[in-house]
DNA sequence: CGAAATGTTGACTATATTCAAGGCAAGTGG
DNA sequence: CCACTTGCCTTGAATATAGTCAACATTTCG
């Protein structure tokens, strides 16, 4: 993947995507025409930096990232990841700057949206207006989950709580046949970092899932021998087919 | 307080507290025809419960709640304390019911709306629609925030954090006169659920913190004699005047 | 090939939890 | 008015979970 694709919105592939709801066309002809050119930022790019006045509005189209925070002795707390179809920079509209940062953790590529997109989707569509205050309520799940997770289970129990949701939500991504082993492209230092655990005591736990044949890693990929063992220990329920989300 | 009063939106004493922003005749009017009557609840009563199915959305008019999740052996994570101007309920549109209880932590004075008024503000109002998105991606920031405390903070800071930025959003509700003492309902187990610590943990980090002159509670009245230190500790800062907000 | 990032491991320590008791104040019912 | 309950706060001792520090191994990549 390099160079600058512009594929029209209508021809997204990743619209094709059953988690994915369909928009109406003339709802898809306002998106894209907000939308600009498609950008490609390496590994461990910065795409908003905390503390930023300005920032910009993307769509994620391809990559993961995620949302931090920093304390100023360096201290970092991950709020949570992000996958293609996720939206990033909503946050900023409420406190006039970014209160947190966002980091490409693969190459990522986006779609770029000018930083009043947010109103002028809501103004000329209220359909999509909708669908942001989805995603943004949707993203605070994520975020709630991960804080019940730092603040009341064991190391044991977070690192299998983040392996099952992960692996659910990548592999939602993913044609059917190939959802054994999704892509998993974190390191033990962003699972730390996510987890509020120290490096050595998340490394140590994940041999011990491991050891219990309950997660496994290789080459990037990850694949979970005992998904039902390993909800068990994460305390994490609902099977049920998660609703369509919109998409941007 | 007692019995139902419904003061219309037009003269809703809330609306006069600085940190409102003006609503336009018309998207005000809309409101109050989408309000039903208003609903008082006594302290603890659960306004939303965990799992529950449909569920009714309220801007909280006066009183404190909190947001929390459970896992099933009974440990309890706050998600974030729920003040005046508040709106409840958001989650729910996302998730097919309620990912998260709420529960209050005063008598509280709600105005409801019924489920669907999230589109109808939506459809009917482009600006009333955006200020939902605000109010969605400004609760995310709470929970942010307590993310990172919970993640990356030790006890004292953590405490430190959670009294510094209840009391600026006590205060901001408050005439400027009364903003020596502002109300504070919490237990110390509220706290600890808020923190992720246990409660005698925090009983202890709470001396610690009142010794250090750092903050005293009496008769639910929570007072910071030495704003400054206390902000040292717990890594806040943005002295800023926040910016305005909606309020529904 | 060498440098840098990531993963691995052990020994030691610290922060925070658990368990167990008891105190105090407010409310309730006889 | 008093006994009793209930909820919240307080405290100490023992324990456990997780952090820190310090190496070293392995992989990746220019």
């Given amino acids: 993947m390099r160079g600058i694709v512009n594929t029209p919105c209508s021809h997204c592939p990743l619209r094709d995507v059953a988690i994915f709801k369909q928009q109406q066309k003339r709802e898809l002809q306002l998106i894209e025409s907000l939308r600009g050119d498609q950008i490609v930022r390496p590994m461990g790019a910065v795409l908003i930096a905390e503390g930023a006045a300005q920032t910009a509005l993307y769509t994620l189209f391809a990559g993961w990232a995620f949302r931090y925070k920093t304390l100023t002795d360096g201290r970092r707390q991950i709020l949570n990841f992000l996958l293609p179809g996720d939206f990033i920079g909503l946050q900023q509209k409420v406190a006039d700057g970014a209160t947190h940062g966002v980091e490409a953790l693969t190459e990522v590529w986006l779609c770029p949206f000018p930083r009043d997109a947010v109103w002028e989707l809501h103004r000329q569509a209220p359909e999509l207006g909708y669908d942001i205050t989805w995603l943004a309520a949707h993203e605070e ?35 059917p046949e190939q959802r054994q082993r999704v892509p998993f492209p974190l390191t033990q230092q962003h699972m730390a970092d996510a987890l509020g655990l120290s490096l050595a005591h998340t490394h140590r736990t994940l041999r011990e899932l491991e050891r219990l044949g309950l997660h496994h890693i290789e080459d990037g990929l990850l694949s979970l021998p005992n998904p039902r063992a390993l909800a068990r220990v994460a305390d994490v329920w609902g099977d049920g087919v998660p609703p369509e989300r919109p998409l941007i």
Avoid: I
Avoid at 144 to 169: I, P, Q
């Fill in 141 to 175: 799940s994520l975020v709630d989950n991960n804080l019940l997770s730092v603040g009341r289970r064991s190391a044991k129990e977070r690192l299998a709580t983040l392996l099952m949701l992960l692996f659910k939500r990548a592999a939602a991504l993913l044609p």
